[in-house]
């Protein structure tokens, strides 16, 4: 895995110079500043996502810190042992992104590329994903990110959101994964999204 390093340009900079933020707000910026597209006018970020980095002697993602602040908005701290170890263990290449005190985009290669195609694929190498249900909880994931309607089988807008890669998309089985246990939660967040919050 390469990580790339890149500066934040000054009209983009609109992050807290104190945080790690990861998430819809940094998956945004990486889609921007690949495209050389502008801040959309109005967002509103679904979720507030960050990363803390604790070193330790165990490795990877310990722990989510998450709280509510209302029923419809969520603060998760991600708390994990360095960059390396959160961006193995990602579950969408997608998500391999960070804004660092405001100023600089961390991005791995996978991620890069996705962006560059506009497509989301999932982590093959993950360490779970060796069963259907956490297979289609992972593509439910996915369709949450691309505002993909697996019912309707069309795509609500988000801004700076890719597609679902062929791999998902035609695998994809509403009446099987209506039945998966992350069905709920993917339909409070498409709903979420069908109302502008991304």
Known sequence: MIIYNTEIPQHLRRFPANEIVIGGEARLLAFSLIHNLEWPE???????????????EE???????GQAVTPDQVVDRL????????????????NAVAVVN???????????????????RMNLTHPKLRSVSY????AL???IQTGYDVVGEKYHHRAGACRLHDS??????PQSLKDNW???????????VKTGKH
């Open 182 to 192: 992350y069905w709920p939660t993917y339909a409070r967040k498409l709903a979420q």
């Open 135 to 138: 297979w289609e909880y992972l």
């Open 79 to 94: 708390v994990v042992t360095s960059f390396e170890n959160y961006f193995d263990q990602i579950d969408l290449f997608t």
């Open 141 to 143: 994931r996915a369709c």
């Open 168 to 173: 998902i998309k035609n695998q994809l089985d």
């Open 59 to 65: 490795k990877g993602i310990l722990r989510n810190e």
């Open 102 to 120: 405001g100023s600089t985009l961390k991005i791995t290669d996978e991620a890069l590329k996705c962006f560059v195609e506009g497509e989301v």
């Open 42 to 56: 109005g967002y509103t970020p679904r979720d507030e996502d960050y990363l803390l980095i604790v070193p330790g």
